[in-house]
């Protein structure tokens, strides 16, 4: 699991409408453009983020595994393509969580991305240059969400 944490000086009751809801994730979750909610609402959510990798069209279904409102959300990675074309398949299984903690003013967000390669080559791999990679995107996530807060602040949404 690659984790990075932050605190974000924001309550997690504000927190959690822009790390909750899909059409926010653009907002700070670095690898999507556009999340559309496919069916449900909360807990078994269906959703399409659609974003970019390596210069091609992504589009990955997700499911909303965890959904503790003010405290956790998880997704779990259903399928993914480029191109509209299956992707290679790197990990058998993508879990994506965020959680919330008080702390001081604000909140401790941490985020976790949990893969499981899809083979010993893909866990070398992971383990050489895909986890510092991740652990780039976490960083910035984390700072895209604190700017977000900061602009919500700013004009009293």
Known sequence: MITRSAEIPATAEAVWPVVSAADRLPDWYSLADRVDVVTGQ???ERRLAHGRHDGRRQEIDQEVVEHEPHKVIAWRQLAERHDGEPATVRATDVLFRVRLEPEGRGTRVRLESQLTPAGIGRAIALHLVGA???GR???ECLVRLT???ELEQ???R
């Open 137 to 139: 995107e976490l960083d």
């Open 147 to 149: 700017r977000s807060l």
């Open 132 to 134: 510092a990679a991740i």
């Open 154 to 156: 700013e004009h009293g």
């Open 42 to 44: 909360g807990m078994g």
